[in-house]
T-cell receptor, first 111, second 115 residues
Framework: EAQVTQNPRYLITVTGKKLTVTCSQN?????MSWYRQDPGLGLRQIYY???????DKGDVPEGYKVSRKEKRNFPLILESPSPNQTSLYFC??????????FGDGTRLSIL | KQEVTQIPAALSVPEGENLVLNCSFT??????LQWFRQDPGKGLTSLLLIQSSQREQTSGRLNASLDKSSGRSTLYIAASQPGDSATYLC??????????????FGKGTLLTVNP
């Protein structure tokens, strides 16, 4: 089954404790992206990647890092999380003119 | 800068009714437009994708239309059911996006179908 898998689904942590949200897709898509969803603000892009070792900033990249060492994986790294990064995060992947596929989301709470 | 607006923000209808959700966008230079469904606490499920050269797409009881020149899309749901209750999101991918397939999302329409 074609899918985008995110882990963890839920995480409560404290300010400053580094964390990584993993994202993996099994569709051999070249394009992957991270979004965050906040009430009243909708979904906003954080980072994207067009292929292995190619990443670039989206609209709200501050406080985040990404890497793309393998085609299937695109982890999101919060080096020093802060409360304003409390949000619902989605990973997406796509290829060419095909629909974008989204993961089930990761709800992060940073205290 | 592309802006996507969805009206209404919320809609409540009785079961069996046909309904239309609206999406408008400010920049007509789009590559495609995608409709998603989001259930509470869940991810986004792609419903329909309309390429910029297309006028409409259909899947089951769903029909999406695109009028690029006027910056509008509609999602038509026939014979609505309680299971259709969810938030429906419209998203556009820019033509000039180059290597970024970034989607610009509307804020969604919360649909409630009452039994």
């Amino acid at each position: 089954e074609a899918q985008v898998t995110q882990n963890p689904r839920y995480l409560i942590t404290v300010t400053g404790k580094k964390l990584t949200v993993t994202c993996s897709q099994n569709m051999n898509h070249e394009y992957m992206s991270w979004y965050r969803q906040d009430p009243g603000l909708g979904l906003r892009q954080i980072y994207y990647s067009m292929n292995v070792e190619v990443t670039d900033k989206g609209d709200v990249p501050e406080g985040y890092k990404v890497s793309r060492k393998e085609k299937r994986n695109f982890p999101l790294i919060l080096e020093s999380p802060s409360p304003n990064q409390t949000s619902l995060y989605f990973c997406a992947s796509s290829q060419g003119n095909q629909p974008q596929h989204f993961g089930d989301g990761t709800r992060l709470s940073i205290l | 800068k592309q802006e996507v607006t969805q009206i209404p923000a919320a809609l409540s209808v009785p079961e069996g009714e046909n309904l239309v959700l609206n999406c408008s966008f400010t920049d007509s230079a789009i590559y495609n437009l995608q409709w998603f469904r989001q259930d509470p606490g869940k991810g986004l499920t792609s419903l329909l994708l309309i390429q910029s050269s297309q006028r409409e797409q259909t899947s089951g009881r769903l029909n999406a239309s695109l009028d690029k020149s006027s910056g509008r899309s509609t999602l038509y749901i026939a014979a609505s059911q309680p299971g259709d209750s969810a938030t429906y999101l419209c998203a556009v991918r820019p033509w000039s996006g180059g290597s970024n397939y970034k989607l610009t999302f509307g804020k969604g329409t919360l649909l409630t179908v009452n039994p």
